[in-house]
C-alpha cells in the first residue's frame, strides 16, 4: 500500500478575518450610492445649463454644462461597475519577520 503525504500547514498559511473584504451587499450599496450622486450632480448640470440657456448666461457655461451632463452618465457606469474596492491587509508582525508573506513572484533563490 502506497502512502501520500500529506502537506503540513506552515504558520505563512494561517489568515486571519480581518483580511476578509467586505460583505458583497454593502460593496453594491456603497457604488450604488456613488452612482446616484453621480446622477445627481448629471441631472444639477442639465437643469442648469437650460436655466442658463433662457437667461442668457455666457456661452461657456451653458456648454461646460451640457458637456457635463452628456459625459457623467458615462463615466458614472464605468466608476459603478469598477468592481469591488480594495481593502486594506490587517498586520500583526512586522514586515521582515520570519512568518511575512513575501512579494508574490519574488524568487530570492533564483535572482529575481
Request: glycine share 10%; proline share 8%; with cysteine.
Amino acid at each position: 500500500m502506497r502512502v501520500i503525504p500529506r502537506k503540513r500547514a506552515q504558520v505563512s498559511d494561517v489568515y486571519t478575518v480581518t483580511n476578509a473584504p467586505l460583505p458583497m451587499s454593502e460593496d453594491i450599496a456603497h457604488r450604488q450610492r456613488r452612482y446616484l450622486v453621480s446622477m445627481g450632480i448629471r441631472t444639477g448640470c442639465f437643469l442648469g445649463a437650460v436655466l442658463a440657456g433662457v437667461l442668457g448666461a455666457p456661452l461657456w457655461l451653458v456648454g461646460l454644462l451640457i458637456v457635463g451632463a452628456v459625459f457623467l452618465p458615462y463615466i458614472s457606469v464605468v466608476v459603478a461597475n469598477g468592481g469591488r474596492e480594495p481593502q486594506a491587509a490587517a498586520r500583526f508582525e512586522e514586515p521582515d519577520s520570519p512568518h511575512h508573506k513575501g512579494i508574490s513572484g519574488h524568487r530570492p533563490e533564483i535572482g529575481s
